[in-house]
């Protein structure tokens, strides 16, 4: 059998943990007309959750669904085209004659056609090149998709990265669409989370106010450990429950972490699985990245690796200028702050908020448990 741990993409729903209250919040929202912005850390499962809702809106909601993923776009025009190219590839899909519709659809905007190398889905790329013509080319889209018989989810993921555009009026056309469109809800999704709420806290934003914002957490404990028993149990193999709780403790339960450990324990040759082994492939993981973690001592001034790695050891940190922190640690207060933020905006250490106020931890849990066992 398979590896049932998949640590690359949705694997569908027999190897999805949990995420049950979240599916139903967010076909709630959608059914209901209002669009969501969804955010949380790197890795922590937003990409998969999407993946599971849409297979769920379109299995059980009749939903057309389109999805995709924005990070290497760099302007309003690249967005455009790829924001079109999704939609008609999806809308398109199961017609034979795709390739002259599309062509007959957008063909002043020389429509090129491939196919991506690594999902086997065609590609389109449209040449966008003026506010006139991505207008244009959007209110054509748009008008196509208003006509679908079936109500449409459209998700575009990592979209804080319009922040990152020169200058961007992307935020401002979808919030017109969405407010004309009953039959098109959309879900924003991203893990920036200074440049995402940016986007949808600020009055003086086009988005402001115009979407439900939700955050994702760490999949609950009793949720994880019954999940990798199953697994472990469908494969013929078996895993202590002591092995599964060290597993969790030591990936905090983030799921990209807990995967990994889990797919590498399935992977070993045994048909039952012992806290040695899992003592083993921590050693093992540290080995494999040990060169990478290494030249951060290099990356970094001397400074802020003390302060990354005191970090690490203290698990997490409410204030890097207290003086128990720096005096425990040998760092030098007048710039602990300062290489505090430089950490946090290289997002090597990540901030999170609650009533109390900010509290830090390394971002990477696998470099975080390394830094935690050095000592230089
Ligand atoms: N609920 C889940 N059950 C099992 N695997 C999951 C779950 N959520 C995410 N994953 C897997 O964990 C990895 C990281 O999740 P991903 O969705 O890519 O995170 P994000 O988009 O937040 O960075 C992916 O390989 C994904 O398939
Ligand atoms: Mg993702």
């Not at 193999?237 to 799921?255: A, E, F, G, P, Q």
Request: with cysteine.
């Amino acid at each position: 059998m398979d590896n049932p741990f998949f640590i690359q993409q949705y694997g569908g729903p027999e190897y999805f943990c949990d995420r049950e209250d979240e599916v139903a919040r967010l076909v709630e929202s959608a059914t209901n007309h209002r669009s969501v912005m969804l955010h949380s850390m790197r890795r922590l499962g937003k990409t998969g959750l999407i993946q599971h809702l849409q297979q769920q809106l379109t299995t059980r909601h009749k939903y057309t669904c389109i999805y995709l993923d924005v990070l290497d776009t760099e302007s309003d025009e690249a967005f455009v085209s790829q924001f079109i190219s999704a939609c008609v590839r999806q809308l398109y899909k199961d017609q034979s004659n795709m390739l002259s519709k599309v062509t007959s659809f957008l063909g002043r905007y020389k429509p090129k056609f491939s196919i991506d190398t690594i999902t086997g889905n065609p590609a389109i790329e449209l040449d966008i090149q003026s506010q006139q013509e991505i207008d244009m080319s959007l209110e054509a889209t748009f008008d196509l998709l208003r006509e679908s018989k079936h109500p449409i989810h459209i998700a575009i993921d990592e979209f804080q990265q319009i922040g990152q555009y020169s200058s961007t009026r992307i935020d401002a056309t979808l919030r017109k669409y969405i407010s004309q469109s009953d039959n098109i809800q959309m879900l924003f999704s991203g893990s920036q989370r200074h440049l995402l709420l940016s986007l949808f806290n600020d009055p003086k934003k086009p988005m402001f106010g115009s979407v439900e914002q939700m955050e994702l957490y760490e999949i609950p404990y009793a949720k994880y450990s019954e999940f990798i028993n199953l697994m472990f149990s469908k494969g013929g193999k078996s895993i202590d429950d002591r092995v599964i709780h060290n597993i969790l403790k030591w990936t905090k339960s983030h799921t990209f972490y807990t995967q990994y450990i889990c797919n590498r324990l399935y992977a070993l040759d045994k048909d039952v699985v012992e806290e040695v082994d899992l003592l083993r492939l921590q050693q093992q993981v540290f080995k494999e990245m040990q060169m990478t973690f290494l030249s951060y001592k290099n990356i970094l001034s001397k400074n802020q690796y003390e302060v990354l790695k005191a970090i690490a050891k203290e698990t997490s940190v409410r204030s890097v200028r207290a003086k128990a922190f720096t005096t425990k640690y040998g760092i030098a207060s007048s710039t602990a702050q300062q290489s505090l933020d430089y950490l946090v905006d290289k997002e090597m250490v990540y901030e999170k908020l609650d009533e109390n106020g900010s509290e830090y931890f390394v971002y990477d849990l696998f470099l975080s448990r390394w830094l935690e066992q050095v000592n230089h």
